[in-house]
C-alpha cells in the first residue's frame, strides 16, 4: 500500500514538475527576446541618474499590467544604444558649470548621466543588438565606474556632487549621504558606494520577483486551461493505472485476482487480444496521457509504424473547461506551478533517492 502512494505521489510531482519547466522555458524565452531584465535595470539606473522620464514618473513599472505592455513593448527604451566601439581612455567631465547654473544665470544643460556611466561600463556588454545587453553589473564595477567619473572632476567627489545637484540628478543625494558617512575618506567612500549600490541590487531583485510571480501565475493559468490538467483526475488516473498493473501482475504469478479487471479493461478498450491489451496499457501509462485532454492532442502510435498524429479536441475541452467539477484540480494544478520547477525537482529527488553532483 505504501508503494502505491509513493507512485501516487512522484506522478503527480513529475506532471507538475514537466508544467513548470514548460513555464519557465516560455518566461525565459520572453525575457530574452524583449531584453526584459536589461531594461529592468536601466530603467532603474535612469531613475537614479537622470530622474524619470517626466515629472513625476517613473522608469520602472508602478503596475503589474506595466510589466506586460510598458517593458517589453514601449518605445522608451531605458537602455542606451550599444557601442561596439571601446569607451575612451579619458573621461571627460560633466559639461556643467554648477556655480552659474545655481546662480540662476543660465538653466541646467541636459546630461545623460546613464550614458555617461554606460561608458564605462561598455567593457562588459555584449553585441547582442542596438540597445546594450548588460543586465548585472556587479557592485564592485559600479563602484569603479563611479570613481573614474570622480576622477574627472577637478573638485573629486565635491566637484561631481555639486554637478550632480546642479542638474538635478537624483544620485546626487544617494553619493552626499555615502560621502558624508564615509567621513570624506576616498576610500571608504568607494566601499561605501558599492555597499549602497549592492543593497539597491538586492532591493530591485526583489521587486523583480515579485512582478515575475505574476507573470508565472498568469502562464501557468493558461497552460494548465490550455492541456485542461485537472490535477485530482490526474491522481485518480495514476491509481487505476497503479491498480491494473498490480492486477496483471497477479496473473503473471499465478494468481486469478486481476484476471477480471484485465477482462473490464480490455472490453472496454475493444481490445480482443489480452496479450495486445495489456502493450498497449502498459505503452500508454498515465504520464504520457497527462495531456490528452489538451486543445490540440497527439497520439503516438505504439508500435512506430506511423508517424505521431495531431487531434483537434476543441468540443471536449471547452467541455471540461466549463465542467465545474474540474475547477479545484484546475486550482490544484495552477498553485501547484507557482512553487516552481527547482521546487517540484527537489521533491523528485527526495522521493527517488536522486543524489545531486558533489562539487
Known amino acids: 500500500m505504501i508503494s502505491v502512494y509513493i507512485d501516487l505521489a512522484i506522478g503527480l510531482v513529475l506532471a507538475f514538475l514537466l508544467l513548470s519547466l514548460m513555464v519557465s522555458g516560455i518566461n525565459e524565452a520572453f525575457v530574452r527576446l524583449f531584453g526584459i531584465r536589461s531594461k529592468f535595470l536601466w530603467a532603474y539606473l535612469r531613475d537614479t541618474m537622470d530622474g524619470g522620464p517626466r515629472e513625476g514618473a517613473s522608469w520602472i513599472p508602478a503596475k503589474v499590467a506595466d510589466v506586460f505592455a510598458k517593458l517589453p513593448f514601449s518605445k522608451d527604451d531605458p537602455r542606451p544604444r550599444h557601442e561596439p566601439e571601446p569607451a ?67 573638485g573629486g567627489v565635491e566637484g561631481l556632487l555639486a554637478k550632480l545637484e546642479a542638474i538635478g540628478s537624483p544620485l546626487a543625494g544617494h553619493l552626499r549621504g555615502v560621502w558624508e558617512g564615509a567621513q570624506r575618506d576616498l576610500g571608504k567612500f568607494r566601499k561605501g558606494v558599492e555597499t549602497w549600490f549592492d543593497g539597491e541590487m538586492q532591493r530591485l531583485s526583489t521587486l523583480y520577483r515579485r512582478y515575475v510571480k505574476w507573470v508565472v501565475f498568469v502562464l501557468g493559468l493558461l497552460l494548465t486551461l490550455l492541456f485542461s490538467m485537472d490535477a485530482l483526475e490526474y491522481g485518480k488516473t495514476l491509481l487505476r ?24 479493461k480490455c472490453a472496454v478498450e475493444g481490445a480482443a487480444e489480452p496479450y495486445a491489451c495489456v502493450t498497449e496499457s502498459f505503452s500508454s501509462p498515465a504520464l504520457v496521457k497527462i495531456f490528452d485532454h489538451a486543445v490540440v492532442s497527439v497520439t503516438i502510435p505504439p508500435d512506430g509504424s506511423e508517424d505521431p498524429s495531431f487531434n483537434w479536441n476543441g468540443a471536449v475541452w471547452w467541455e471540461r473547461l466549463i465542467t465545474p467539477g474540474h475547477w479545484p484540480g484546475y486550482l490544484i494544478s495552477v498553485v501547484a506551478l507557482l512553487f516552481g520547477a527547482s521546487f517540484w525537482w527537489d521533491v523528485l529527488r527526495r522521493l527517488t533517492g536522486i543524489r545531486g553532483r558533489r562539487p
Open 241 to 264: 493505472d497503479n491498480a491494473y498493473r498490480a492486477g496483471v501482475a497477479a496473473i503473471a504469478s499465478g494468481g486469478q485476482d486481476g484476471l477480471g479487471a484485465l477482462r473490464d
Open 88 to 154: 575612451p581612455p579619458v573621461v571627460e567631465p560633466v559639461p556643467v558649470d554648477p556655480t552659474a547654473v545655481l546662480a540662476a544665470e543660465t538653466p541646467a544643460p541636459p546630461v545623460d548621466m546613464t550614458g555617461r556611466l554606460y561608458g564605462r561600463l561598455q567593457e562588459i556588454d555584449r553585441p547582442t543588438g542596438a540597445r546594450t545587453s548588460i543586465s548585472d553589473i556587479p557592485p564592485e564595477r559600479f563602484s569603479g565606474a563611479v570613481m573614474e567619473l570622480v576622477s574627472a572632476e577637478e
